[in-house]
T-cell receptor, first 113, second 113 residues
Framework: SQKIEQNSEALNIQEGKTATLTCNYTNYSPAYLQWYRQDPGRGPVFLLLIRENEKEKRKERLKVTFDTTLKQSLFHITASQPADSATYLCALDMSTGANNLFFGTGTRLTVIP | DVKVTQSSRYLVKRTGEKVFLECVQDMDHENMFWYRQDPGLGLRLIYFSYDVKMKEKGDIPEGYSVSREKKERFSLILESASTNQTSMYLC????????????FGQGTRLTVV
């Protein structure tokens, strides 16, 4: 069956450290993978997109990697800050079929001052 | 500033009531989506629409219907609300091309009593 798993439901990290979140999937072949941030009681907000032929993408303190052989994406936040505390969702965007996103369950990140 | 607006942030309805959730976007997007989000289950697609009057079932359409009479508006209808439809409902829109981000509304927290 198809599955998208994000490494843990919750992750606590000390301010200033690098947070690493994992997104693993099975039985999918996404053309793109997206990462979103969601604050409590709010809708998700897009952060980054990476294509299947890209290994790595950066945006300010954010870095995403995409390994289609391992079927895994890693999402890094360097020099983490308390304001980075939120739930982070990965989403798979397929190359065929209906145009919609398949979301993971999310990882709730807490950055401790 | 681009926007997806959902008509209500919080809603309390009784079992058996017909419930309408409205979503409006101002970005002239062809695609619109309705998701529900529950703890541990992530975002699950209920219905999506890729054009006016067009709709496609998502993963969990049972108990729901949708309407898209105008490009900017996508309505989710609970024909006869039940307690297991208590959830956070999220509307989103996007361009029709692959590899584009989805824009989400702020969400509607629906409680069915």
């Amino acid at each position: 069956s198809q599955k998208i798993e994000q490494n843990s439901e919750a992750l606590n990290i000390q301010e200033g450290k690098t947070a690493t979140l994992t997104c693993n999937y099975t039985n999918y072949s996404p053309a793109y993978l997206q990462w979103y941030r969601q604050d409590p009681g709010r809708g998700p907000v897009f952060l980054l997109l990476i294509r299947e032929n890209e290994k790595e993408k950066r945006k300010e303190r954010l870095k995403v990697t995409f390994d289609t052989t391992l079927k895994q994406s890693l999402f890094h936040i360097t020099a983490s800050q308390p304001a980075d505390s939120a739930t982070y969702l990965c989403a798979l965007d397929m190359s065929t079929g209906a145009n919609n996103l398949f979301f993971g369950t999310g990882t709730r990140l807490t950055v401790i001052p | 500033d681009v926007k997806v607006t959902q008509s209500s942030r919080y809603l309390v309805k009784r079992t058996g009531e017909k419930v309408f959730l409205e979503c409006v976007q101002d970005m002239d997007h062809e695609n619109m989506f309705w998701y529900r989000q529950d703890p541990g289950l992530g975002l699950r697609l209920i219905y999506f629409s890729y054009d006016v009057k067009m709709k496609e079932k998502g993963d969990i359409p049972e108990g729901y219907s949708v309407s898209r009479e105008k490009k900017e508006r996508f309505s989710l209808i609970l024909e006869s609300a039940s307690t297991n439809q208590t959830s956070m409902y999220l509307c989103a829109s996007s361009l029709p091309s692959r590899g584009t981000e989805a824009f989400f509304g702020q969400g509607t927290r629906l409680t069915v009593v």
